[in-house]
């Protein structure tokens, strides 16, 4: 039973351009939502987060989106950087837990 | 300014022996979760711990595997009788939990290897 998910599992976008990373969950009392971004060998960094009370965090060129209503929230990277280039896990805050996707790599081009 | 630390980076193990991964969490938290991730897969939560309580162990397996979180020193998840299927990445995570929503900050992970 994957309560959060992430359909793509990879993505290709040109240095500059804007990456969209999105995820869905199952469960509406999750009321806190994270990101994390993981280089191979390394642990999961954490990126940014939103609380359910919102609709949009922003953090220098990250910014989360969330809609409650459609149980989705989006990661959006601007411009994006080769260094960006490694897999993102949205996680859902479940009480004690966090309960992860299963992640989109992102490869950023020149 | 030391983030999460577990050791070792790197474990192998023959089927039946004991696995110990450490983690010392960030200075300052008292929290401290493990999460294991198998080849391809996102992280899945295993127990939550503070000092000397196990706050939640719903996703420890219920044989073989055990954790502690001691009034001194380190967080310990033990593996006993290791089988091929525990290969997997060990991933530790702390936090303080001021407020009523915090992060959890990761450990570079052990990978544990059964031949």
């Known amino acids: 039973d994957q309560q959060v998910k992430q359909n793509s599992p990879s993505l290709s976008v040109q240095e500059g351009r804007i990456s969209i990373l999105n995820c869905d969950y199952t469960n509406s009392m999750f009321d806190y939502f994270l990101w994390y971004k993981k280089y191979p060998a390394e642990g999961p960094t954490f990126l940014i987060s939103?609380?359910?009370?919102?609709d949009k965090n922003e953090d220098g060129r990250f910014t989360v989106f969330l809609n409650k209503s459609a149980k989705h929230l989006s990661l959006h990277i601007v411009p994006s950087q080769p260094g960006d280039s490694a897999v993102y896990f949205c996680?859902?805050?479940?009480?004690?837990?966090?309960?992860f996707g299963t992640g989109t790599r992102l490869q950023v081009f020149p | 300014n030391a983030g999460v630390m577990q050791n070792p980076r790197h474990l192998v193990r023959r089927r039946g022996q004991e696995a110990r991964l450490r983690c010392s969490p960030m200075k300052g938290h008292s929290h401290v979760y493990w999460y294991r991730q198998l080849p391809e897969e996102g992280l899945k939560f295993m127990v939550y711990l503070q000092k000397e309580n196990i706050i939640d162990e719903s996703g420890m397996p219920k044989e073989r595997f055990s954790a502690e979180f001691p009034k001194e020193g380190p967080s310990i998840l033990r593996i006993q009788q290791v089988v091929r299927g525990d290969s997997a990445a060990y991933f530790c995570a702390s936090s303080s939990r001021q407020g009523l929503q915090y992060e959890q900050y990761f450990g570079p992970g052990t990978r544990l290897t059964v031949t």
């Open positions: 939103i609380s359910s009370i919102k």
């Open positions: 996680a859902a805050d479940n009480t004690d837990k966090l309960i």
